[in-house]
């Protein structure tokens, strides 16, 4: 099973990007997606995810901190975009998507991380 994450790059602020999360290896259709990011000398911490329920489907949920910014979709079972705009230097991490089937709090597999550099 793997997750290959995308899409990273360097843009300035008040730019966009889009990182995709594919997986493969199994069907993640019932699966929490999310991502996480890290930055240099902090912890790593939830930035987006989408959890899903028989009745209502998929359920986005965000942090904070990128709420109005960020937007993410699960485009099918396996993948799972995050639109970013309005991006800020603060922004400024490697982004890891994660697929977990205990909402998410706890998640079974990571990605590789992709680098997000938002210059000022």
């Known amino acids: 099973v793997q997750l290959q994450a995308s899409g990273g790059g360097l843009v300035q602020a008040g730019g966009s990007l889009r990182l995709s999360c594919v997986g493969s290896?199994?069907?993640?259709?019932?699966?929490?997606m999310g991502w996480f990011r890290q930055a240099p000398g902090k912890e790593r911490e939830f930035v987006s995810g989408?959890?899903?329920?028989?009745?209502?489907?998929?359920?986005a949920h965000y942090a904070d901190s990128v709420k109005g910014r960020f937007t993410i979709s699960r485009t099918n079972a396996n993948s799972v975009l995050l639109q970013m705009s309005s991006l800020k230097p603060e922004d400024t991490a490697v982004y890891y998507c994660?697929?977990?089937?205990?909402?998410?709090?706890?998640?079974?597999?990571w990605g590789q991380g992709t680098l997000v550099t938002v210059s000022s």
């Open positions: 994660a697929a977990g089937t205990r909402g998410l709090t706890d998640f079974d597999y």
């Open positions: 290896g199994r069907t993640f259709s019932s699966y929490a």
């Open positions: 989408t959890t899903w329920s028989a009745g209502n489907g998929y359920y």
